[in-house]
T-cell receptor, first 113, second 117 residues
Framework: QKEVEQNSGPLSVPEGAIASLNCTYS??????FFWYRQYSGKSPELIMF????GDKEDGRFTAQLNKASQYVSLLIRDSQPSDSATYLC?????????????FGRGTQLTVWP | KAGVTQTPRYLIKTRGQQVTLSCSPI?????VSWYQQTPGQGLQFLFE???????NKGNFPGRFSGRQFSNSRSEMNVSTLELGDSALYLC????????????????FGPGTRLTVL
């Protein structure tokens, strides 16, 4: 059974703080990992992807992957009110399900001024 | 480069009717995946088409079907609509099969909001 779990939140942080979003997945053979941001009433927007163990940084966003622990996280530094959204973790388990992403339920983040 | 487009953006139907939704992927992308998003169930995978062939299918009844054309545009059809089919229907395009270094990132369109009365 392929599953993706996220801490359900909601998560609330003050402006300028670091927001930490976490995700675990069920299959050690998983290939690629994605973070999407979804504003209310909008479609998901891809903000980060990672496929190798370690950290990947892009501006204020850092994705961290630990395949041994089957754990992927997203850190948002210097959080801004505009970061307030639902963050979706998605996994491509590869193999016969290559074209399919499995999504977590999302973590709602609120950044207050 | 233009993004993923979906038409129509909003749709209101009554129970028992059928509906067809359309998706045009990013130019050069050959894979189109469809997802249903509801507050209760989150994002659920419907199916994926690549090179005009269905490659993956989620756990939805046969009322949900799709197809892909030679220009990679895709349509999905829902027959005999039920109240529970009210949802945001999203399509996502991906390079898939783009060779080494392709990690199959999927890019979503704006979605079609379907309301079944």
């Amino acid at each position: 059974q392929k599953e993706v779990e996220q801490n359900s939140g909601p998560l609330s942080v003050p402006e300028g703080a670091i927001a930490s979003l976490n995700c675990t997945y069920s299959d050690r053979g998983s290939q690629s990992f994605f973070w999407y941001r979804q504003y209310s009433g909008k479609s998901p927007e891809l903000i980060m992807f990672i496929y190798s163990n370690g950290d990947k940084e892009d501006g204020r966003f850092t994705a961290q992957l630990n395949k041994a622990s089957q754990y992927v996280s997203l850190l948002i530094r210097d959080s801004q009110p505009s970061d307030s959204a639902t963050y979706l973790c998605a996994v491509n388990f590869g193999g016969s399900t290559l074209g399919r992403l499995y999504f977590g339920r999302g973590t709602q983040l609120t950044v207050w001024p | 480069k233009a993004g993923v487009t979906q038409t129509p953006r909003y749709l209101i139907k009554t129970r028992g009717q059928q509906v067809t939704l359309s998706c045009s992927p990013i130019s050069g992308h050959r894979s189109v995946s469809w997802y249903q998003q509801t507050p209760g169930q989150g994002l659920q995978f419907l199916f994926e088409y690549f090179s005009e062939t269905q490659r993956n299918k989620g756990n939805f009844p046969g009322r949900f079907s799709g197809r892909q054309f030679s220009n990679s545009r895709s349509e999905m059809n829902v027959s005999t609509l039920e109240l529970g089919d009210s949802a945001l229907y999203l399509c996502a395009s991906s390079l898939r099969g783009g060779g080494l270094g392709t990690h199959h990132e999927q890019f979503f369109g704006p979605g079609t909001r379907l309301t079944v009365l």
